[in-house]
């Protein structure tokens, strides 16, 4: 069960969270390709291909593994694999990563994140914690957020239990006080409590639990964890 007189703070997850991150990366691939097409045509047919673009991030992947928490990097380097495959001007991998990355900050929030944001963050000071690289202030919450830590910027992603334990030093708390929110199994729920902390599970699609022990609580959205926190 969930201990709601030790919570202190919170941390929260971003995609899948607070927005369905697949559409959101889905759109922004379909403009980064419509722009290539004006620039470097061949770079963009390959990118088009769902087979073709598949193994450029795998080798990309590959090839990077020592920066598989870098979402960031690992999006630059694919495109620029397809400008020299393609045999383009690998100098526009940064314009073309902006435009990737412009469009990639427009989610399509879920209906019940802005009032779950104003509950939560009137009532706890709440940290981003997310594997993502999603700009807080480019989408327009920043202001519900004390503080925001990225696996990119910290060089370690959930579910390791250092990146919870930099986020509740960020917070000034013992991981005990400290309740996290997201929706993935394993990243969030699971790897919050093996760094001591409590987690939520936000279970929006009728997942079954894959691990040991429970979290202490599971919702079905952020309308229901408000009420049970409430």
Same mark, same amino acid.
């Given at each position: 069960?969930?201990d709601?007189s030790?919570?202190?703070?919170?941390?929260? @997850?971003? @995609? @899948?969270?607070?927005?369905?991150?697949?559409?959101?990366?889905?759109?922004?691939?379909?403009v980064?390709?419509?722009?290539?097409?004006?620039?470097?045509? %061949?770079?963009?047919?390959?990118?088009?291909?769902?087979?073709?673009s598949?193994?450029?991030?795998?080798q990309?992947?590959?090839?990077?593994?020592?920066l598989?928490? &870098?979402?960031? +990097?690992?999006?630059?380097?694919t495109?620029?694999a397809a400008?020299r495959?393609?045999g383009? &001007?690998e100098?526009?991998?940064?314009?073309?990563?902006d435009v990737?990355f412009a469009?990639?900050?427009? +989610?399509d929030l879920?209906?019940d994140?802005? !009032?779950?944001?104003?509950?939560?963050?009137?009532?706890?000071?709440v +940290?981003a914690l997310s594997n993502?690289?999603?700009d807080l202030?480019a989408i %327009?919450?920043?202001?519900y957020?004390?503080?925001?830590?990225?696996?990119?910027?910290? %060089?370690i992603?959930k579910p390791?239990?250092?990146?919870?334990?930099?986020?509740a030093? +960020?917070l000034?708390?013992p991981?005990?006080?400290?309740?996290?929110?997201? &929706? &993935? !199994?394993?990243?969030?729920?699971? %790897?919050?409590?093996?760094?001591?902390?409590?987690?939520?599970?936000?279970?929006?699609g009728?997942?079954?639990?894959p691990?040991?022990?429970?979290?202490?609580?599971?919702v079905?959205d952020?309308?229901?964890?408000c009420?049970?926190?409430?």
């Amino acid at each position: 069960m969930l201990d709601i007189s030790r919570i202190r703070a919170i941390t929260l @997850d971003l @995609d @899948d969270t607070l927005w369905p991150i697949w559409p959101t990366i889905a759109r922004a691939e379909k403009v980064l390709i419509e722009w290539l097409l004006t620039v470097a045509p %061949g770079a963009s047919a390959l990118l088009a291909s769902p087979d073709t673009s598949r193994m450029l991030r795998a080798q990309v992947a590959s090839a990077h593994a020592h920066l598989s928490h &870098d979402l960031t +990097v690992l999006r630059r380097e694919t495109i620029r694999a397809a400008l020299r495959q393609a045999g383009e &001007d690998e100098s526009l991998t940064d314009q073309g990563f902006d435009v990737f990355f412009a469009e990639r900050q427009r +989610v399509d929030l879920f209906d019940d994140a802005i !009032a779950a944001l104003e509950f939560l963050s009137a009532r706890h000071p709440v +940290v981003a914690l997310s594997n993502g690289n999603a700009d807080l202030q480019a989408i %327009g919450i920043g202001r519900y957020f004390r503080a925001s830590i990225s696996a990119r910027e910290f %060089g370690i992603a959930k579910p390791d239990p250092r990146i919870f334990h930099e986020a509740a030093r +960020v917070l000034d708390l013992p991981p005990a006080a400290v309740l996290h929110i997201g &929706d &993935d !199994a394993t990243l969030d729920a699971h %790897g919050a409590l093996g760094a001591g902390m409590q987690a939520a599970w936000l279970n929006r699609g009728d997942a079954v639990w894959p691990h040991a022990v429970a979290p202490p609580a599971t919702v079905r959205d952020l309308a229901a964890l408000c009420r049970l926190l409430g």
